[in-house]
């Protein structure tokens, strides 16, 4: 029997559902394969001179499996980017309500070096992370925030898929004319960088302008009902981030898991103190303070991170109850038990499944 619930999309890439996975975690992105679902591993947050064994040990745990991989790649970055210089000219009143809110909250400053607090996104960055995605075994290259045709025209010579991560129909006009394959509509509802225009509003916009080029549906997705929803609307399957902060395999530290589980939707918020760039986060005493009165407006990218990556670093590597935070959608809401990737995809093919038999088994009501 045909799955009805198998998209053309799922054929293209060899998967057995129409679930996107996107995770920053190897471990995640492996299992999410196992399941049957398509991975995208995030290297947007990788110290560079790592990537190339990160890559390997995916492959040689994918197993064969198809999978995705994902840069961030925002235009007017600085053509270089020294971390230590970058620091040095901060504006004083800026980082002096930085270092008071180090010594309000007392923030130690973290062990180990990470992307964080040693790397400014340039453009010299970015050349080394896409040479090194390029040279990948990944059949599909996502990118967010920007469109870069050299990238794109470059992968697709590779006979790599391209994704392109879009919030309006603006964007996606410029994606589709620069070739890209799949077009991910990724609503103001999403974890991370994010538009103004919630899911359940762009998906049809994009749908309508796509022609034959494959969309995916982002943004608040927690439950299989959601990309059956997103698929009734045109879309060829759910690009999930949020919810896989719940798997074991993503390593979530315990006090973030524990906000994630204590949090709804009405606890992530719309900020610009994490990158500079507009981002959805789940809210915490860190968020809250760059909203109090006193606060100055959050420095843009890549100034923001300089400013602020120590601490973000610190409050991941203490497990600080109170500072810690991350990226999260209003999907949230389905974060409300730890549990596995496996359990996890499960339990959307099990809704999946469940969302269709109900819709039919209105339809047969009806005719009755
Ligand atoms: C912790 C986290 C980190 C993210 N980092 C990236 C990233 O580096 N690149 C990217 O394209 N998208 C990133 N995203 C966005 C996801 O690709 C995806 O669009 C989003 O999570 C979908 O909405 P949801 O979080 O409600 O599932 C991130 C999302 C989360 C939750």
């Known amino acids: ?10 054929e293209t890439l060899g998967i057995a559902h129409p679930i996107f996975g996107f995770s920053h975690s190897v471990d995640v992105v492996v299992e999410i394969a196992k399941s049957g679902g398509f991975p995208v591993l995030g290297l947007a947050r990788e110290m560079p001179h790592e ?10 745990r994918m197993q064969g499996r198809p999978y995705g991989v994902d840069l961030m790649l925002p235009s007017q970055v600085p053509r270089q980017g020294n971390i230590q210089e970058v ?4 504006p004083g009143a800026h980082v002096d309500f930085v270092q008071r809110l180090r010594e309000r909250f007392a923030v130690p400053a973290p062990t180990k070096p990470s992307f964080f607090t040693t790397q400014v996104r340039s453009e010299e960055l970015f050349e080394s992370q896409i040479e090194q995605v390029l040279a990948s075994n990944a059949i599909g290259i996502a990118t ?9 025209a470059r992968a697709k010579a590779r006979g790599k898929l391209t994704f392109s991560l879009i919030g309006s129909t603006r964007h996606a006009q410029k994606a589709l004319a620069l070739g890209v394959d799949v077009l991910v509509a990724q609503g103001y509802d999403a974890g991370g960088h994010t538009g103004s225009i919630g899911t359940f509003s ?24 959601q990309i059956v929803a997103s698929m009734a609307m045109g879309a060829q399957g759910g690009w999930l981030g949020t919810l896989w902060m719940a798997a074991a395999e993503n390593h979530t530290p315990p006090a973030l898991l524990q906000r994630l589980m204590d949090s709804g939707s009405e606890d992530t918020v719309i900020t610009r103190a994490h990158s500079g760039k507009p981002c959805r986060v789940v809210r915490s005493d860190w968020i809250d303070a760059w909203t109090a009165a ?20 610190s409050m991941h590597e203490n497990d600080d109850p109170y500072l810690i935070y991350e990226a999260a959608g209003q999907s949230v809401f389905a974060i409300r038990k730890p549990t596995t990737v496996a359990a996890q995809m499960a339990e959307l093919t099990a809704q999946m499944h469940a969302s269709l038999g109900q819709i039919n088994a209105w339809g047969e009501l009806r005719s009755r």
């Open 87 to 90: 620091r040095a000219a901060l």
């Open 51 to 60: 990537i190339p064994q990160i890559l390997q040990e995916v492959d040689a």
């Open 294 to 313: 006193g606060a100055p407006e959050p420095l843009p990218m890549p100034m923001q991170q300089a400013l602020t990556g120590d601490v973000f670093a």
């Open 1 to 10: 029997m045909t799955n009805p619930l198998r998209t053309p999309l799922c």
């Open 202 to 225: 762009l998906v049809p916009q994009i749908v309508a302008v796509a022609g034959n080029t494959p969309v995916l549906a982002a943004g608040g997705i927690g439950t299989g009902g």
């Open 144 to 152: 967010a925030i920007g469109l870069r045709a050299d990238l794109i």
